[in-house]
């Protein structure tokens, strides 16, 4: 835990280490659809474990249990913004809880022209 206080990446709980950077996990996006006509009007971002071996739920934990979950969920949202742009998505839906709201200005901004609604979980 001191280590991780420290802002070390790499942290060793028990015989797992535990290595947190831009590839830990991956971006992914749902699409939206209307009911009507049935067509796509925005996409949803979500985080994946690359290696396909955890569920969202599981990373999280894993990462909270070594005091790293804040900064799991920045690179999700850097990650998640940056790809959408390379992508070219026009409206995307975001999660971010209040502790990474307060910060939103310093994590990346999206594109000219690109509509982001922010999804505030507890």
Known sequence: MYAAKRG????QTGTRPVTLNDQT??????PVFKLEGG???AYEALSRDPHGQETVMELFARFEGVGLLGELKEICF???????????????FLNVDFQLLKSLHSKGEPQAGMEVVLEISE
């Open 8 to 11: 070390t990446t790499k942290i």
């Open 25 to 30: 996990v991956e971006a992914h996006f749902h």
């Open 78 to 92: 850097r990650q998640q913004l940056r790809r959408a742009i390379e992508l070219g998505i026009a409206r995307l």
């Open 39 to 41: 067509e796509v009007f």
